[in-house]
C-alpha cells in the first residue's frame, strides 16, 4: 500500500490500524478469501509499455472460451438486451460513480431510482421497495434481518433455496447471532412435514426462492399460510422474468420479496455486477434498509423526488443502525429500469412464455435420450435438473469442445437452463451432442 500515493495512509498508520485490531500484517485482513482467489501479481513483465500491456492482456483474455450456445443459469441467466438499454444507460448524465447519498443529489439520479422502485413494486405486487442493494443474495440476507427481534432469533432457510445465498445468509447471521435452519426438500420442494415441525414462537421467517435453485416452482401460498399460524413471515426471492407468469409475492401473501435483478437487462459479466431488488408491505416499510425515494412536491408545488424512510441507515442511527448497506451500483437500477420500459408488460411476458416453452420442449426430447431422465416430476419455469449417463464434468468437457455450455453439475446430476436465446436449431445440435454422448 505504501506504493501508492493517493492512498493516504503512512506506514506508521497501518501499523496503528493493524494493533487496533490484534492483526500483525495487513494479509491478516484477507485471510478469509481463499488463497486460490488472490492474486499475488500479474505475470507482466515490468518496463511495458501501454500499448505491450494491452497485448498481454488481450492475450489472456483471448484464453477464454466463448460459447456460441448457453443452456446454463443457476443465478445468471443469458437474455437478449434490447440495444436501447445500452443506448439509454450509457448517457453522460448517468455515467457516475457518484453514490446516491446526499440530499442535495440530482433530481433526474432520484427520479430514475423512483422508477426503478415503481417498477419493482409492479413486478412483486408489493406497495413498497427501495432503491436496490447488491444483489439478490445481499437482498434476502437484509431481508432476514429485516424479520429478526429479541423473542424471534431462529431463521428458516429452504435447502431449495441458491447454495451461495444459504452462505450470505449464514454469514450475516453469525454477525447477528442468528440461528440459521435449513429446512429438507422433498422432491425437489420445500418439505411441508419438516417445516412444520421447525416452526416454534422463536422463528421469525422462512426464506424460499421461486423458483428454486432446482428450477422447481414452489407452492408459496401454502407455504404462506403455514408460516402465518405461526406468526412466521415469509421472505419469498422471486426470478422477475419468471414473475411475468406466476403469481406475485403479494399474490402468495408474501411479507417481504426478494430477487436478483441481472435477468433484467444485465449482462452476465463473470458474476457482477448485479443488483438485489427489495420490496414490502407497508406494515413493514420502516424495517426496509438501505435508500427509498420518495415523490413530493417542492415550495413552488413542482413535483419532486427526495431520499426518505432511512430508518436503519448507519448514518442516521449510528450505533443503533441494523443494516450497513452504504451503496450500490445505482447504474445497475438504471439498467434495469430502461430494460423493463423498453420490453414493457407485453414483451416480459413474451420473454417469460418463450423461456417457458423452450425449456420443456428441451426436458421433453432430454427425457427421450437414454440416461438424461428428469430428476423431479414437479413443474419448473425455465431450469430443471435431469439425471446424467457420465459424470457431468466429463460430459460438459465434450460439449465444451463443440462450443456448448452445458448444464450446471449438481452432484451427480444437471440443472438445465433455457432462455429466449436458445434457438430450436441450439437445442437440437445439443441434443444430438448428448446422443453421441451417452452412446460412449
Known amino acids: 500500500m505504501g506504493n501508492y500515493n493517493y492512498i493516504p495512509s503512512s506506514p506508521e498508520e497501518q501499523q496503528e490500524l493493524l494493533d487496533i485490531l490484534g492483526l500483525k500484517t495487513l494479509d491478516d485482513l484477507f485471510k478469509d478469501i481463499p488463497e486460490d482467489l488472490k492474486i499475488s501479481e500479474l505475470n507482466i513483465p515490468n518496463g511495458k509499455s501501454e500499448v505491450e500491456v494491452r497485448r498481454e ?263 443503533k443502525a441494523s443494516s450497513n448497506i452504504c451503496s450500490n451500483q445505482a447504474h445497475c437500477a438504471l439498467t434495469a429500469s430502461v430494460y423493463l420500459s423498453a420490453m414493457g408488460p407485453d414483451g416480459l411476458r413474451d420473454v417469460a412464455t418463450q423461456c417457458y416453452s423452450k425449456a420443456h420442449y428441451l426436458q421433453n426430447e432430454l427425457a427421450k435420450i437414454n440416461g438424461f431422465e428428469p430428476l423431479y416430476e414437479t413443474e419448473f419455469f425455465h431450469e430443471f435438473m435431469t439425471k446424467s449417463p457420465i459424470n457431468p464434468v466429463e460430459l460438459n468437457e465434450r460439449l465444451q469442445e463443440k462450443g456448448i455450455l452445458g448444464g450446471m453439475p449438481v452432484g451427480e446430476n444437471l440443472l438445465w437452463c433455457v432462455t429466449e436465446l436458445n434457438t430450436r436449431e441450439e437445442m437440437d445440435e445439443l441434443l444430438n451432442a448428448l446422443k453421441e454422448v451417452s452412446l460412449g
Open 57 to 319: 492482456v488481450e492475450k489472456m483474455a483471448n484464453k477464454n472460451q466463448v460459447f456460441h450456445s448457453i443452456f446454463r443459469g443457476a443465478g445468471s441467466y443469458n437474455h437478449y438486451i434490447p440495444s436501447i438499454v445500452k443506448q439509454i444507460t450509457l448517457k453522460e448524465e448517468f455515467l457516475t460513480a457518484y453514490t446516491p447519498y446526499q440530499a442535495e443529489i440530482s433530481q433526474g439520479i432520484l427520479q430514475s431510482i423512483f422508477e426503478f422502485q415503481t417498477m419493482v413494486s409492479e413486478i412483486t405486487g408489493m406497495p413498497v421497495a427501495n432503491a436496490s442493494v447488491y444483489d439478490g443474495s445481499n437482498a434476502a440476507a437484509e431481508a432476514v434481518n429485516m424479520c429478526i427481534d429479541r423473542k424471534r432469533k431462529k431463521v428458516l432457510v429452504a435447502d431449495t433455496s441458491h447454495p451461495m445465498t444459504i452462505d450470505t445468509i449464514k454469514t450475516y447471521a453469525h454477525a447477528m447471532g442468528t440461528d440459521v435452519i435449513i429446512v429438507p426438500s422433498k422432491d425437489g420442494l420445500v418439505n411441508d412435514s419438516a417445516l412444520e415441525g421447525l416452526l416454534d414462537e422463536e422463528v421469525a421467517c422462512l426464506y424460499v426462492e421461486q423458483t428454486n435453485y432446482f428450477g422447481n416452482i414452489e407452492d408459496c401460498e401454502k407455504l404462506a399460510e403455514m408460516v402465518h399460524q405461526n406468526k412466521t413471515k415469509l421472505i419469498m426471492a422471486v426470478n422477475p422474468i419468471a414473475s411475468a407468469l406466476l403469481k406475485t409475492p403479494f399474490e402468495c401473501g408474501a411479507d417481504i420479496a426478494t430477487g436478483e435483478g441481472q435477468p433484467l437487462g444485465l449482462p452476465m459479466n463473470f458474476g457482477g455486477p448485479y443488483l438485489g431488488f427489495m420490496a414490502t408491505t407497508q406494515k413493514l416499510t420502516r424495517k426496509l434498509p438501505g435508500r427509498i425515494v420518495g415523490e413530493t412536491t417542492d415550495n413552488k408545488g413542482e413535483r419532486a423526488f427526495v431520499l426518505t424512510l432511512q430508518a436503519r441507515e448507519q448514518h442516521i442511527r449510528r450505533e
